[in-house]
């Protein structure tokens, strides 16, 4: 069973210089899916959840402008993940992980063991 509720109610950030920001503009809801575990009322993983909206290039532009947030929520629980953002192919994944603008590294530099 899915339980959905709107970000806007229970999740509000405040930036450094007092902006509120709310992810109600496109209507992205915070989801709890089968298997979710909570740790220090601190729920894992947080699921994401857009809509129909996303395709393409406003994917990013909300990633950008919600950055902040999805920051400091993945600093908080470890782990997010994101269902329907309307990320169909390499060139889209590639867009919305760009839009966090984090350093990149090279495999040769990550904590992989493979």
């Known amino acids: 069973m899915i339980f959905v509720r709107p970000l806007s109610e229970d999740f509000t950030l405040f930036t450094t210089n007092g902006k509120q920001l709310l992810m109600e503009t496109h209507k992205v809801e915070k989801i709890n899916i089968d298997g979710q575990s909570t740790h220090h009322d601190q729920v894992f993983p947080i ?7 996303f395709d393409g290039a406003p994917v990013a532009d909300w990633v950008r402008q919600h950055k902040c ?3 400091a929520e993945l600093s908080a629980s470890g782990a997010i ?3 329907n953002f309307g990320i ?3 060139q ?3 867009s919305f992980i760009r839009a966090f603008d984090w350093p990149c590294f090279t495999y040769e530099e990550s904590l992989s063991n493979a």
């Open 88 to 90: 169909t192919d390499d």
């Open 47 to 53: 699921v994401y959840s857009g809509g129909a909206q």
């Open 81 to 83: 993940v994101f269902k």
């Open 69 to 71: 947030q999805i920051e």
């Open 92 to 94: 889209a994944f590639d």
